[in-house]
């Protein structure tokens, strides 16, 4: 549970809303961020034949993924509450799996595939309380990095087909 500002916002939003979707951007923040980490080590670390498609590649979708972290983390404080921002907060927090950088090249395809998976899906478990709250700020977030992150999928699978 996130930790809740000291003052009152009065903006439509209910209180009990606010908790349930600011604790799911929580999750969200914390499977992009260990998307953004576990990308920037793939580029760091990639060798192999589709060296510099996937080396350039990684580097455009770590340096989306840093600024779409700030977006999540700034619509958790707007709606009142402490982003995590922690390794410890976001390991307790996150579903999106740790791999080593010394990986083969295809295999990081397929581990960033199935991160992007787990990021898709947990923007999707935040859209029925966004909804149902009539927040159509964290709504257009959500749509935001659903259609980026289905893309990323899109194409990464298209490399290993």
Do not use: C
Not at 30 to 56: C, E, I, R
Not at 146 to 160: A, N, P, Y
Request: hydrophobic share 45%; charged share 20%; no cysteine.
């Amino acid at each position: 549970m996130l930790k809740q500002q000291f003052f009152n916002i009065h903006d439509g939003l209910g209180q009990e809303n606010r908790v349930v979707i600011a604790n799911g951007l929580a999750h969200l923040l914390a499977d992009s961020y260990s998307l953004y980490l576990k990308t920037h080590n793939f580029h760091w670390n990639v060798t192999g034949p589709m060296f510099n498609t996937l080396h350039l590649m990684f580097e455009t979708h770590y340096t989306e993924l840093s600024l779409a972290v700030d977006l999540i983390a700034e619509r958790i404080r707007a709606l009142g509450f402490v982003a995590p921002g922690s390794y410890s907060e976001f390991g307790k927090l996150t579903k999106v799996k740790e791999h080593a950088g010394d990986t083969e090249a295809t295999a990081m395809i397929k581990y960033l595939i199935e991160a992007h998976e787990v990021v898709i899906n947990t923007a999707r478990g935040v859209l029925p309380a966004a909804d149902e709250a009539n927040d159509q700020v964290t709504m257009d977030l959500l749509t935001q990095r659903l259609q980026i992150h289905e893309k990323t999928v899109w194409m990464l699978r298209s490399l290993i087909l």
